[in-house]
């Protein structure tokens, strides 16, 4: 197949394009250049700015079996894009979020027919209240285009090397150091990351398979718990944990993989799984995002606390006890 992936170089797209390229496929990168760029030697490379509206470098005649768009949020970026693409493309495959999802009233178990949040169109300032409203715009824009052409993953918490967001980076760096590990949250959350090789394994299945419709990349494949995740991490690393849960008077915003809606962490994906989602281990991704993160250096994350706040968090909760 002829793939063009919009956004192809850092995390997600990194590893649909590594998984394209391992089944043989011929792939054409679209982005800004400016990450990644000693990656895929030897690959084409057009060069845009989705931001800008750039995308001359998509005109001519070059077709495409399939694109997979990893970088469209707002619902310009996926109208300017099929409109230059326009009748040159098989399938459009969109990479959504499950932010898209309404928060009230949904159970445990629910799948890619849950209610939707109403879609923005009015606003390319992206936030909490408005990043998964302008995902729902553009999905029903693929949509409308394309219809049975049209193919939407919503990924959930995606997970593994590369990742630029630290929020499994940090479990696995906290249950590496060993001894206690300082959890502002119930053990017992439940808690859904996706590999993300799996999900580039299911974005390049569907294609393959040439499969319409909305699928779930969630997982691991047996679901978890919050504290069986870090206990997980410290396995991988050959270390022990003592997982201590606290309540400090300030928690950072958005801490890793802490969520109050424990229904958004319990999914399901069964249509994925049929269709061909794989199910690596919780372990085998965290062994493996250990030893991206030691080959870097380890450096400062930006989410969570540092070693130095949980240590203080740890002897507060110590004093308190």
Do not use: N
Request: negative net charge; contains cysteine; proline residues 7%.
């Amino acid at each position: 197949m002829r793939i063009l992936v919009l956004g192809g170089t850092a995390f997600v797209g990194r590893a649909i394009v590594e998984d394209a390229l391992h089944r043989g496929h011929d792939v054409t990168l679209f982005g800004r250049g400016r990450t990644g760029a000693g990656l895929f030697p030897g690959l084409p490379r057009l060069t845009g700015d989705r931001d800008t509206g750039d995308y001359a470098a998509l005109a001519g005649d070059t077709r495409w079996d399939a694109v997979v768009d990893v970088s469209g949020y707002v619902p310009r970026h996926v109208a300017q894009a099929m409109d230059a693409l326009g009748d040159r493309i098989g399938r459009y495959l969109f990479i959504s979020s499950h932010a898209v999802y309404q928060r009230e009233g949904v159970a445990p178990g629910s799948d890619e027919d849950t209610p939707r949040r109403p879609p923005v169109r009015d606003t390319e300032v992206l936030s909490e209240a408005t990043y998964g409203p302008c995902k729902v715009a553009c999905e029903d824009d693929v949509t409308a285009r394309h219809g049975q052409r049209a193919t939407i993953v919503r990924a959930g918490k995606v997970a593994g090397p590369h990742d630029p967001s630290d929020m499994f980076t940090y479990w696995v760096r906290a249950a590496a150091r060993g001894g206690r590990v300082a959890l502002p949250a119930d053990p017992a959350q439940p808690v859904q990351i996706v590999d993300s090789r799996d999900l580039a394994r299911l974005v390049i299945r569907l294609l393959e398979d040439d499969r319409p419709g909305a699928f779930h990349a969630v997982g691991p494949e047996q679901p978890v718990t919050l504290g069986e995740l870090i206990e997980t991490c410290a396995r991988a690393a050959g270390a022990e944990v003592e997982i201590v849960r606290v309540t400090p008077d300030v928690v950072p915003p958005m801490f890793p993989l802490v969520r109050e809606d424990t229904a958004s962490q319990q999914r399901s994906a069964a249509r994925a799984r049929a269709a061909g989602l794989p199910g690596t281990a919780l372990a085998v991704t965290a062994a493996d995002v250990l030893a991206w993160d030691r080959e870097r250096g380890e450096p400062p994350l930006e989410a969570g606390w540092s070693p130095e706040e949980e240590r203080a968090v740890l002897a507060a909760a110590a004093r308190t006890a």
